[in-house]
């Protein structure tokens, strides 16, 4: 029931700030088609609702969302959750995608540089991952494709696949080919996090005493790594990977604009470039599902690693 209320409040509080913007449908589009004047553009907003009082339109809209009705998009003529449906599965591959590289490559090289503390190898480790999370996605993006696209040809720019026929295996092939730059520049970041705060918690937790009784104890390094050390350091990583797994939704609005990736943040974009109000806030109710389930997911996942901490606590 809290997170019901919490999605609930969230849809208010996006259909008024999102009302706050300058500019609406009914405006850009009578621009578009080269006939602004009042008349017309009242005539447009009678008929996608605008001209009702906000109140009366937060109803409408509230009760559509509690009905699993998104509304209409002003500007395509189509159901918005038919839109957003379209384009879940692209943004899905990509976040999800992201976000087991970033966990996964995050985490080994912190255990690399706590194993490392005052090397080469944590002093790189620990230089990159600064580097990573002081650049801006879109520019390591754009780099990326300067190299590796148009400099060596090695992988597509754009796109999530090529528009041609393929047989099913070459058609994951190619679909993986142009997954790599995208789901690498928005990794970097996160690879950058999480690398550092491994590295952190688990020089914080190879000094404690269980550890150190383990050491006394003969067992081996390896074991003592993973069964004691690295159990025990990587819970933080788990509490900030939930919280920060909706912000990959965020951020894939820049890499899905970057890489023409045909998801829901390319199209959050072109919803806002439109002012197309009902598509953008389909949108918005659907990444903040995402963000609550990926919240849900990691409190199971916690106490799947640690089975003292209760789920409903």
């Not at 190898?121 to 990159?128: G, M, R």
């Not at 801006?136 to 090529?162: E, R, Y």
């Not at 025990?232 to 990977?241: D, E, K, M, Q, R």
Request: charged share 15%.
């Amino acid at each position: 029931m809290k997170s019901v209320a919490i999605l609930l409040a969230i849809v208010v509080m996006n259909f008024l700030l999102i009302r706050l913007a300058p500019g609406d449908p009914a405006s850009v589009i009578a621009g578009e088609a080269g006939a602004a004047d009042a008349k017309y553009i009242a005539q447009l907003r009678e008929q996608f609702g605008l001209d009702k009082p906000l109140t009366t339109q937060l109803a409408l809209y509230v009760g559509g969302v509690v009905t699993f009705d998104l509304g209409w998009s002003y500007r395509n003529q189509r159901s918005v959750a038919d839109m957003v449906g379209e384009r879940l599965p692209a943004t899905l591959l990509l976040t999800v995608s992201a976000f087991v590289v970033a966990l996964g490559v995050g985490i080994g090289l912190g255990v690399l540089a706590a194993t490392r503390v005052g090397t080469w190898a944590d002093s790189l480790v620990t230089v990159a991952a600064l580097g990573f999370y002081a650049t801006p996605l879109f520019w390591i993006g754009l780099m990326a494709i300067l190299l590796f696209s148009v400099n060596l040809g090695w992988l597509p720019a754009f796109g999530m696949q090529t528009p041609v026929a393929m047989a099913p295996a070459d058609r994951v092939l190619d679909v993986a080919r142009h997954m790599v730059l995208p789901v690498l520049t928005l990794a970097l970041f996160f690879v950058a996090i999480y690398a550092r705060l491994t590295r952190a918690s688990m020089l914080e937790v190879q000094d404690m005493d269980f550890v150190r009784t383990a050491r006394a104890k003969g067992l081996r390094t390896g074991r003592i790594l993973r069964a004691h050390t690295l159990r025990n350091a990587i819970l933080p990583v788990i509490t900030f990977a939930g919280i920060q797994a909706g912000q990959l939704v965020g951020g894939s609005i820049v890499v899905e604009t970057v890489f023409a990736w045909p998801g829901i943040g390319r199209l959050a974009f072109e919803a806002l470039l439109q002012r197309d109000y009902n598509l953008l806030l389909g949108v918005f109710f659907l990444t903040s599902v995402m963000v609550i389930a990926f919240n849900l997911v990691t409190d199971l996942v916690y106490s799947m690693v640690d089975p003292r901490i209760e789920v409903g606590s």
